[in-house]
């Protein structure tokens, strides 16, 4: 496996690394703004969701195992702002996950970047320009199981009875 590098440099590219990084693990202690350089990082292992076929969930042929993780690096250049609701920041080791990223243009010519986690956790980035960078290090391991939802558990009962 190729390990995958991204660039977003727009609110649609986000959309992007957001589908890659759906129910991505982190916690507070890998995750870190540098005022200096207006910088946010988040280290985070990534669900590969890339070996699975994307209409059916079928592992693809040419792939090993359907359930794999990786430690992927982020990070936002051009940051000014960073904020917080419903996530203790002093709890390094508290798992987080994460289940979408989403961009706006604001009225102000400024971005406003949301990392929305499971358990109503949000953290917001407030940008000058959307300049980010995705980067799988090392090897996949074997991942326990597939991410699940509730919701589409539910949505998937409705339509088999």
Not at 2 to 22: C, F, H, P
Not at 97 to 122: H, K, M, W
């Amino acid at each position: 496996m190729e390990n995958l590098k991204l660039r977003a440099e727009d609110v649609e590219d986000i959309t992007i690394l957001s589908a890659y990084l759906q129910d991505a693990i982190t916690m507070m202690g890998d995750i870190a703004y540098v005022t200096e350089s207006r910088r946010f990082v988040m280290m985070l292992n990534r669900y590969v969701w890339e070996n699975r076929c994307p209409d059916t969930g079928d592992i693809l042929p040419d792939k090993e195992t359907a359930c794999s993780r990786i430690r992927t690096g982020l990070h936002f250049d051009d940051v000014l702002k960073i904020s917080s609701q419903n996530i203790i920041l002093s709890k390094k080791k508290q798992p987080l996950e994460l289940l979408s990223i989403e961009a706006y243009n604001r009225d102000d010519a400024l971005f406003q970047v949301d990392f929305v986690f499971s358990g109503d956790g949000v953290v917001r980035l407030e940008c000058e320009m959307i300049s980010a960078h995705m980067q799988d290090i090392g090897n996949p391991w074997p991942a326990k199981c597939h991410p699940k939802h509730a919701i589409l558990d539910a949505l998937q009962d409705d339509n088999t009875g």
